[in-house]
């Protein structure tokens, strides 16, 4: 059984410029949720996808975005860049409401 | 809206027991959980309370009071490798869109 996977592993980018983060959910999970993990903070909730709809979103702007194809895979994107976007990106698929699976996360620095 | 309160810091020798503690302020409960999470790795699952009462897994447990508002996760029998930063985190409705708390880091001495 694959775990959850993200690419790519590290990424820096300049302000304003756009990114896009890929995650490839556990075997069988339909849900994926995104999160950005601030250095020495707690994962924050972006947004989670079930079955390709927006499941329910967090507190980011709508500058945050995303996706989930149908083998359940998703995207998350990020438009204008900002400083303080700097962070650990993690990924996590599900599939029952009890425990998320994390991925290794996509470190993003913002130049 | 909802918030988590835990303790930033917490050392503990070689084979001692040490409690984790978490209270949580939520609009909305169906569970609290909790993680490990190893400098620079993922967040792993340790463990889910939806219910009050005590779950054992292995070395570790974890206990809610929904009525308290209030969880502990309880590691026993401690080793190098527990040294991490251990997160609680409320699901505050059926979507599991968890909440976390800043993290507790555990340093485990020998």
């Known amino acids: 059984e694959t775990g959850v996977t993200q690419s790519p592993t590290h990424l820096i980018k300049t302000r304003g410029q756009q990114v896009t983060l890929r995650c490839s959910s556990q075997s069988g999970h339909n849900t994926v949720s995104w999160y950005q993990q601030a250095l020495g903070q707690g994962p924050q909730f972006i947004f989670q996808y079930y079955r390709e709809e927006e499941n329910g979103r967090g507190n980011f702007p709508p500058r945050f975005s995303g996706l989930q194809f149908p083998n359940y895979s998703s995207e998350l994107n990020v438009n204008a860049l900002e400083l303080d976007d700097s962070a650990l990106y993690l990924c996590a698929s599900s599939l029952v409401v009890d425990t998320q699976y994390f991925g290794p996360g996509t470190r993003l620095t913002v130049l | ?110």
């Not at chain 2, 993922?42 to 897994?57: I, K, V």
Request: aromatic share 12%; with cysteine; net charge negative.
């Open chain 2, 1 to 110: 809206g909802q918030s988590l309160e835990q303790p930033s810091e917490v050392t503990a020798v070689e084979g001692a027991i040490v409690q984790i503690n978490c209270t949580y302020q939520t609009s909305g409960f169906y569970g609290l959980s909790w993680y490990q999470q190893h400098d620079g790795g993922a967040p792993t699952f340790l463990s889910y309370n939806a219910l009050d009462g005590l779950e054992e897994t292995g070395r570790f447990s974890s206990f809610l009071s929904r009525s308290d508002s209030y969880g502990y996760l309880l590691l026993q029998e401690l080793q190098m490798k527990d040294s991490a930063s251990y997160f609680c985190a409320v699901s505050g409705n059926a979507g599991n869109m968890l909440t976390f708390g800043g993290g507790t880091r555990l340093m485990v001495k020998p």
